[in-house]
């Protein structure tokens, strides 16, 4: 359904009704790129952490190569710094530019409709439309990047857990020295 066709649900509201539910949606928008830019934030501090952790693990791989006896710990901190760097990469997946429907209008839109004479209902009804259209594609968006975001957490949260099983498995089952 386009937004004119859900304008019409609007078309025959109140001009009270029409002007809070214009006031509201933005408001709407403007909460739902506040959420966006909270995630940006989160992602980039799992970023920062993700990386700081992988180059340490490779820091640690990189002191025991060469050194016999110490296979354990080199297959431990790969399998650290490897997972570590893999939710490095999906923070960065998940700060990708995404598509973003921003608050306001651009005056420019409404020369026609001014040219038009269009009653000021009508154009108000159209604005609610087409918010609700920007608000359904911001939670789109939204829940494309929180997915990212819990994806990256899961990936940065195994690492120690990659680790430790690979320090097991070494350790128990053998590891060719």
């Known amino acids: ?64 190569l060469g050194h016999d006896g110490n296979s354990h710990l080199l297959a431990a901190a790969i399998a650290f ?5 893999i939710s490095a990469i ?21 020369v026609g409709d001014i040219a038009d004479k269009k009653p000021f209902e009508r154009v108000t009804a159209e604005i609610v439309a087409f918010n609700q259209e920007k608000i359904a594609s911001n939670d789109a968006c939204n829940k494309l990047l929180a997915r990212r975001a819990k994806v990256t957490m899961v990936l940065l949260c195994a690492s120690p857990i ?5 320090l097991w498995i070494t350790t128990f089952f053998g590891c060719p020295h």
């Open 1 to 64: 359904m386009s937004a004119g066709e859900r304008m019409e649900d609007y078309a025959g509201a109140e001009p009270e009704l029409l002007r809070l539910l214009a006031s509201e949606s933005d408001k709407r928008v403007a909460a739902q790129l506040q959420v966006m830019l909270a995630n940006d934030l989160r992602a980039n501090g799992i970023l920062a952490a993700a990386a700081t952790l992988a180059a340490a693990g490779y820091a640690v791989a990189g002191t025991q």
């Open 81 to 85: 710094a490897v997972l570590a760097s």
């Open 90 to 110: 999906s923070a960065i997946w998940t700060l990708w530019p995404a598509p973003v429907e921003v608050q306001g209008w651009s005056p420019r839109l409404f």
């Open 162 to 166: 990659a680790g430790g099983l690979a």
